[in-house]
Antibody, heavy 119, light 113 residues
Framework: EVQLVESGGGLIQPGGSLRLSCAAS????????MSWVRQAPGKGLEWVSV???????YYADSVKGRFTISRDNSKNTLYLQMNSLRAEDTAVYYC?????????????WGQGTTVTVSS | QSVLTQPPSVSGAPGQRVTISCTGS?????????VHWYQQLPGTAPKLLIY???NRPSGVPDRFSGSKSGTSASLAISGLQAEDEADYYC?????????????FGGGTKLTVL
């Protein structure tokens, strides 16, 4: 079964760091375009970052310089390292697969992991 | 505010047809990038509903259809059913000096009366 399972969320103080994980099964992370998308409480979807199958990475301006997307091919897992966290980073974070960049849409989503930034 | 503009809400009675618009600009939809649509039921992750402007993934009923023209796209839902009540998001890509980014619409809440 094709599946994504996120973990690593929690309550963290402003300025702190957190690493989210997204374990994939049924397909190979490194062969796909993988994104992180977040949703603040009561708000819409916001794209955070993408890692191309070739390894290139891109970030939304709101997280550039603070967040780092990466993957471990041996574990078939996607990561999001989040540093210098702010209250406005509070959200449910989803990982998602896009098989063909620009064409196929995000066809597999995880269940989401909640990050709360608060003192 | 979102790069792609959607109406905050639409509504319709069971059996009716509703459309949700998604308006962009020359740097995203108007540049030729595809538009995808997602359905998000309360408390769940988004689900891909339409990809590549007008294509339905396997399992999505043909009551859902998508189209694109110029700098805009639309999602149409015919034969409205109670289970269609959800939030709907359009998504495309936006090119800037620093790269190519994923952009979402602000979302539209569909209420089935």
């Amino acid at each position: 079964e094709v599946q994504l399972v996120e973990s690593g969320g929690g309550l963290i103080q402003p300025g702190g760091s957190l690493r989210l994980s997204c374990a994939a099964s049924g397909f190979t992370v490194s062969s796909n375009y993988m994104s992180w998308v977040r949703q603040a409480p009561g708000k819409g979807l916001e794209w955070v970052s993408v890692i191309y199958s070739g390894g290139s990475t891109y970030y939304a301006d709101s997280v550039k310089g603070r967040f780092t997307i990466s993957r471990d091919n041996s574990k078939n897992t996607l990561y999001l390292q989040m540093n210098s966290l702010r209250a406005e980073d509070t959200a449910v974070y989803y990982c998602a697969r896009e098989g063909q960049w620009l064409v196929s849409g995000m066809d597999v989503w995880g269940q989401g992991t909640t990050v709360t930034v608060s003192s | 505010q979102s790069v792609l503009t959607q109406p905050p809400s639409v509504s319709g009675a069971p059996g009716q047809r509703v459309t949700i618009s998604c308006t962009g600009s020359s740097s995203n939809i108007g540049a030729g990038y595809d538009v995808h649509w997602y359905q998000q039921l309360p408390g769940t992750a988004p689900k891909l509903l339409i990809y590549g402007n007008s294509n339905r993934p396997s399992g999505v009923p043909d009551r859902f259809s998508g189209s694109k023209s110029g700098t805009s796209a639309s999602l149409a839902i015919s034969g409205l059913q109670a289970e269609d009540e959800a939030d709907y998001y359009c998504q495309s890509y936006d090119s800037s000096l620093s790269g190519l980014y994923v952009v979402f619409g602000g979302g539209t809440k569909l209420t089935v009366l």
